[in-house]
Each structure stands twice: as C-alpha cells, then as structure tokens.
C-alpha cells in the first residue's frame, strides 16, 4: 500500500492511525515525533513475558501492561524506544524499554505479549529478530 501511494510506511501507518482516530471519534494527531532507525543494530532472539507480571512493577517502576508496546533489555536505558523486526515475515513493532531482562541465553529483548502478536505467532514462543535503536 505505501509503494502504491508513493508514501513511505511510516507515513501511510500514520495515515492510517489518524483514520482509525477519527473513525472511533477520538482527534487525529497533528504532530508526530519523527524517530529514525540508529546506524547499528542488534540481531537476536526475541521472547514474550506476561501473565505472571501483568501488574506488578517493572525495573523502571511503572507497572507492567500485557497490553502495552514495552519490552524488557539487559543494558538499554530505561526508555529508549526500539524497532523491533522480525527477520522470517520482516514485520516490524516499536516498544519503549522499561524493564530489564531477558535471562535466558542467546534472547536479547523480551516484549510484551501485545507488542510480540505484531510481529509473529505467541505461540511460536521465540523469534529471530533485528533491534534497531530509533533516535
């Protein structure tokens, strides 16, 4: 569709958003904070978390939402927004850091339930992933 349109995907997802917005009575965003992929990535295992921490307080102290676009990384400040893509179906999400983890070997993020679901099967448990650093 964003080939189709001339438009790049982040402007027709924002087109998009707006529709949606309008659509369920709420005001189209006029302003966006453009954030652009960092020169470096990261490759690695992603995870999902949820059930057990669902409203308990995460690392940074907020409370943690299955239903949030938010994730959990050993050393990215508290935060730091991350594209997160999947390397089999390229389908992308971005989620804030706010927690720390994942413990187990070769897992580089853990994403929320919600946030996992936009880029693969939650039952496939793990997924081959780039982390791109958005600034």
């Known amino acids: 569709m964003a080939q189709a349109l001339g438009q790049s995907q982040l ?44 409203g308990r307080r995460t690392a940074n102290g907020e409370t943690y939402d299955i239903n949030k676009f938010t994730a959990a990384h050993k050393a990215l400040p508290f935060g730091t927004q991350v594209l997160v893509t999947n390397l089999e179906n390229k389908q992308s999400v971005v989620v804030k850091i706010n927690d720390r983890g994942p413990f187990k070997p070769a897992r580089i993020i853990d994403l929320s339930p919600e946030a996992f679901k936009q880029i693969g099967y939650l039952g496939k448990g793990v997924l081959k992933v780039k982390l791109s650093v958005l600034s």
């Open 11 to 54: 402007s027709t997802l924002i087109g998009l958003t707006n529709q949606l917005r309008k659509s369920l009575g709420a005001r189209p965003l006029r302003s966006f904070r453009y954030l652009s992929p960092t020169a470096e990535g990261e490759t690695g295992y992603a995870s999902w978390y949820g059930g057990y921490f669902h």
